[in-house]
């Protein structure tokens, strides 16, 4: 089974600072990676599809990179809205890694 | 408007049975792929189940298959997720989803909560 693991668990930033958030997949994916936002309540919202690719109404201060195990999520300058989980999912077996939050 | 809306969740004694249901609005959808996720309090997201367009395949998470049954009816426009045998664990809100690219979820309902308790 692949698994997913996020880090770090949390990053502490300010607004209009980057954030960089990881996620490594324990075998090769490809780019077959997504992310996702959660705040509070709410469901989580799709971002980023195949590693790269922003989901439609995503700002583009959010961006995606890497393939095979290594990924990141970056926001390039954290607007307040942004201060949430994120989460990492994968195609193979559609499993979700641990979540980071970004907080204040 | 793409719209998922979830229901049947409650208050269920352990041992007990619950059938959710997704109705789904504002896309054709006997042509999309759906997933159940769930999440327990302060836990990250879960897969539970994934159920193709025609409803002639379905997948589950290995830890969860026994006791949870995906179905859909197109004419309905409806995903339902029947859970049986529910534990403590059980506990959690789940959420109906559309799937997207053979994996990712781009619509997600705003979830029922469903709370295991004598």
């Known amino acids: 089974e692949i698994v997913l693991t996020q880090s770090p668990a949390t990053l502490s930033l300010s607004p209009g600072e980057r954030a960089t958030l990881s996620c490594r997949a324990s075998?090769?994916?490809?780019?077959?990676l997504a992310w996702y936002q959660q705040k509070p309540g709410q469901a989580p919202r799709l971002l980023i599809y195949?590693?790269?690719n922003r989901a439609t109404g995503i700002p583009a201060r959010f961006s995606g990179s890497g393939s095979a195990t290594d990924f990141t999520l970056t926001i390039s300058s954290l607007e307040p809205e942004d201060f949430a989980v994120y989460y990492c999912?994968?195609?193979?077996?559609?499993?979700f890694g641990g979540g980071a939050e970004v907080e204040i | 408007e793409v719209q998922l809306v979830e229901s049947g969740g409650g208050l269920v004694q352990p041992g007990g049975s619950l059938r959710l249901s997704c109705a789904a609005s504002?896309?054709?959808?006997?042509?999309?792929?759906m997933h159940w996720v769930r999440q327990a309090p302060g836990k990250g997201p879960e897969f539970i189940s994934v159920?193709?367009?025609?409803?002639?395949?379905?997948f589950y998470a290995d830890s969860l298959k026994d006791r949870f049954t995906i179905s859909r009816d197109n004419s309905k426009s409806t995903l339902y997720l029947q859970i049986d045998s529910l534990r403590a664990d059980d506990m959690a809100v789940y959420f109906c989803?559309?799937?997207?690219?053979?994996?990712?979820?781009?619509?997600w309902g705003q979830g029922t909560l469903v709370t295991v308790s004598s």
């Open positions: 989803a559309r799937e997207r690219g053979g994996y990712y979820l781009d619509y």
């Open positions: 504002g896309f054709t959808f006997s042509v999309y792929s």
């Open positions: 159920i193709t367009s025609s409803g002639d395949a379905t």
């Open positions: 075998q090769s994916i490809g780019s077959s």
């Open positions: 195949d590693a790269s």
């Open positions: 999912q994968q195609r193979t077996n559609w499993l």
